[in-house]
């Protein structure tokens, strides 16, 4: 079929083969592609809203044993700045995420081999009782491969337990590309694309909250992101189809490349990252090809707020979050070194730049608030609120101990 032809079916909301869905990708004009997401985007969202959450990354450890190439954040056992967060120093950040009017935690970390399952069981039971409303959207695919690698468990048991104790979301983290070839390049100790897709299963299963991911930029090739996307596209239908349960959205970024991690100090560095116009062109083509998808996050952390404004007209529309604290692609020279934090009115004002309504959600996707008219900094700053901390340092002395540091 000819490109023509292809475009005419995607724009009829039509599924595209992987063969199709690379002659699209690689030989239709982008802008053509671009406007056809756009469409598509306005057909099964709610045309002039743009959704955002106010929530928080926790890093909670950056201890880890697998020297992922792209990563400037990990340190190994026993490094000097190893470190684990402490129940006071969670509750700390927790109570400054409320004061926002916040509603989620994403809580991620390293492989770190000195914490055991009882220590997130203990750990995600007191951050349930103590915030109930908070969403604990935690931890990765990989993370749980290494917990059960530690616990001689399966994913299903560690999930399952942990769940109990709390978790509400496995978010998409880890992905990357999902083709074990360049997994085995960048990342060879890692959770390989099976087991990454059969974490989300599971935690689709339970009932959880998943995000899907892609990050592009690792000298992968363009069959390779298609095989990624269709990972994706297909464990969304095999979820949606058994148990109406799938992910919430996709969400995309290029490799973050400094002298602060292995591939941005590579003799091979030129192959590595992708520049502004992929990001925007590769996002809108996610949006056609990832035809059972309803949402998509522009990335204003790693892709800076004008391409992120410009992914709105390419298919996505959710300009992400807050993210009042950032640990890990900072440390990578991303954007949020500039800006660590969004507030809440720099967030409408993006949104209304691109000449639409802000809308708060919630992790799954619920409108909890839009804004009609424009507010003022005041009107959306942060609040003082009750502190549930009193008493906590001498509480803290009960969560389970961490050795081995």
Not at 105 to 122: F, S, T, V
Not at 317 to 337: C, I, K, P, R
Request: net charge negative.
């Amino acid at each position: 079929m000819i490109t023509s032809d292809l475009l005419k079916k995607a724009a009829a909301g039509e599924r595209l083969t992987p063969a199709e869905g690379l002659q699209v990708y690689t030989e239709a004009d982008p802008e053509a592609v671009m406007a056809i997401a756009h469409e598509l985007r306005l057909q099964r969202t709610t045309p002039g809203l743009v959704t955002y959450l106010i929530d928080r990354n926790i890093n909670y450890t950056n201890a880890c044993t697998t020297d992922c190439q792209f990563c400037s954040f990990y340190r190994v056992p026993g490094h000097p700045e190893v470190y684990v967060l402490d129940k006071q120093q969670i509750g700390a950040k927790v109570e400054e995420l409320l004061a926002w009017g916040g509603t989620r935690i994403l809580m991620q970390g390293g492989h770190n081999p000195a914490l055991r399952i009882e220590w997130y069981e203990d750990m995600l039971s007191w951050l349930k009782a103590t915030y109930p409303e908070i969403d604990l959207d935690c931890f990765s695919p990989s993370e749980i491969e290494n917990i059960a690698h530690l616990e001689t468990m399966t994913m299903e048991e560690v999930l399952a337990r942990l769940h109990s104790a709390g978790l509400d979301g496995l978010p998409g983290g880890g992905a990357e590309i999902l083709d074990d070839e360049v997994r085995g390049r960048i990342s060879p100790k890692k959770t390989k694309t099976a087991q990454w897709i059969h974490a989300m299963r599971i935690a689709q299963r339970l009932g959880m909250t998943t995000s899907a991911t892609m990050v592009i930029g690792f000298d992968e090739t363009m069959e390779q992101r298609i095989s990624s996307l269709t990972h994706l596209r297909n464990l969304q239908d095999e979820s949606l189809s058994s148990h109406g349960n799938g992910f919430t959205a996709f969400i995309m970024w290029t490799a973050q490349l400094s002298e602060t991690n292995s591939l941005g100090r590579s003799r091979h560095r030129h192959k590595y990252g992708a520049g502004y116009d992929e990001y925007v062109h590769t996002n809108a083509f996610a949006r056609i090809y990832l035809d059972n998808f309803t949402n998509f996050q522009a990335s204003w952390p790693t892709q800076g707020l004008d391409t992120a404004r410009r992914t709105l007209f390419a298919g996505s529309n959710d300009f992400g979050s807050t993210m009042l604290e950032e640990n890990v692609v900072s440390q990578a020279a991303a954007y949020t070194q500039q800006e660590q934090r969004m507030t809440v009115h720099r967030l409408h004002e993006q949104i209304r730049m691109a000449g639409s309504i802000p809308a708060q959600r919630d992790s799954r996707y619920r409108i909890v608030r839009s804004f009609d008219h424009v507010m003022t900094p005041a009107e959306l700053a942060p609040v003082p609120i009750p502190t549930r901390l009193d008493g906590l340092q001498e509480r803290a002395a009960q969560f389970i101990p961490v050795a081995g540091l």
